[in-house]
């Protein structure tokens, strides 16, 4: 593709991202300045169109990007979008007030995610895999609450508040996560073993309601291997113009329903590293063809242990979705590892 194709495709796919109205060969001329006619734009387009780059929705309209085109767009002819340090400083703020339940840090992310892209934002929380304790931390929050949080060797992460005693100090809960780590690192259902308990229960016998439900959600760790997935802005797709008749509002929330085809996206062993962009038919389900994700994986301790994505119609502001998505995982990397290492005050 020549360099005056590439601007007349550039300049037909950031108007229809900012109207959602098709592209006339005038308005690129008046509104674009690349000093050549309406005419030889009106070739360029021809040109365009024959290679599968923009479409004609009906007779005598504009045109429109194609799947094609928005690809090359996001490929070759976009510009990263900086974020403001004002929505710099709203990401980092929200993910460190307060975060020391893993549960509202992933609430908190899909808030961000849809409040800064007025898209629909999905936070993957766990991954199918056989899994093994790696370790428990007890973590007090106040005199008479605790929040148990558990992390397994596939990533998962889970947690639990409970009450404790007003006779247990921080150093007691430190003493028992040592104790709990020590013995049962390494091992499943299969291999924690009745005189292993027993042990436990023989050297930690005077906090055995703390180990009684620590135990308990160890357990429930162990067998639960089910992804979970959080939604925000699910009504902002509403406000988009290609939704707005009945039909594709009913499909949409149809779409919105399907948990299981919604984990899918996000579980693509090909989301690993860094941003992905998926467009359109891209999508191997053929009711998303008219969506685009974007999404990225977060870490912990640089493991992959999750994914966050941004639903949206094809005709996404790419740029600027890409730029929060990006910020946004490595930010809620950190404050993950400042919950689980009991930083997050």
Do not use: W
Not at 27 to 54: C, F, Q
Not at 94 to 99: E, G, I, N, R, V
Not at 219 to 244: A, C, H, R, W
Request: with cysteine.
């Amino acid at each position: 593709m020549d360099d005056r194709k590439q601007k007349v495709l550039l300049a037909i796919v950031q108007d229809f991202i900012a109207t959602a109205e098709p592209v006339g060969s005038r308005t690129i001329a008046k509104k674009y300045k690349l000093g050549v006619s309406p005419a030889t734009i009106r070739n360029e387009m021809a040109d365009l169109e024959e290679m599968g780059y923009i479409e004609q929705p009906h007779t005598s309209a504009g045109r429109i990007p194609s799947v094609r085109g928005y690809r090359y767009y996001v490929d070759y002819l976009m510009k990263k979008r900086e974020l403001t340090r004002e929505e710099e400083e709203l990401i980092r703020s929200q993910l460190a007030t307060k975060a020391r339940d893993v549960g509202k840090v992933f609430q908190r992310t899909g808030n961000l995610l849809s409040q800064l892209t007025s898209y629909t934002s999905m936070v993957l929380t766990q991954q199918r895999r056989p899994s093994k304790f790696k370790y428990i931390q007890l973590v007090p929050m106040n005199p008479a609450r605790t929040m148990v949080i558990v992390v397994m060797d596939n990533g998962a992460v889970h947690h639990r508040m409970i009450e404790t005693p007003e006779s247990i100090i921080a150093s007691d809960l430190e003493t028992l996560s040592k104790v709990l780590n020590a013995k049962l690192q390494g091992l499943n259902m299969d291999t924690i073993k009745f005189t292993l308990l027993k042990e436990l229960y023989y050297e930690l016998g005077r906090h055995k309601h703390i180990l009684d439900l620590s135990l308990e959600l160890i357990q429930d760790s162990l067998f639960l291997e089910e992804d979970k997935i959080y939604l925000g802005g699910v009504f902002n797709m509403l406000t988009q113009p290609e939704f707005q008749n009945a039909e594709k509002i009913k499909t949409m929330l149809g779409i919105l329903e399907q948990e299981e085809l919604l984990c899918e996206l996000l579980s693509d062993e090909n989301l690993d590293k860094g941003v992905t962009v998926r467009i359109g038919d891209e999508i191997k389900d053929c009711d998303i063809k008219e969506y685009s994700v974007v999404a990225a994986p977060y870490m912990l301790s640089g493991r992959k242990i999750g994914t966050v994505g941004v639903l949206g119609p094809t005709r996404m502001d790419y740029a600027k979705v890409i730029s929060v998505v990006d910020f946004l995982t490595k930010n809620l990397s950190i404050a993950l590892d400042r919950v689980l290492r009991g930083r997050g005050r």
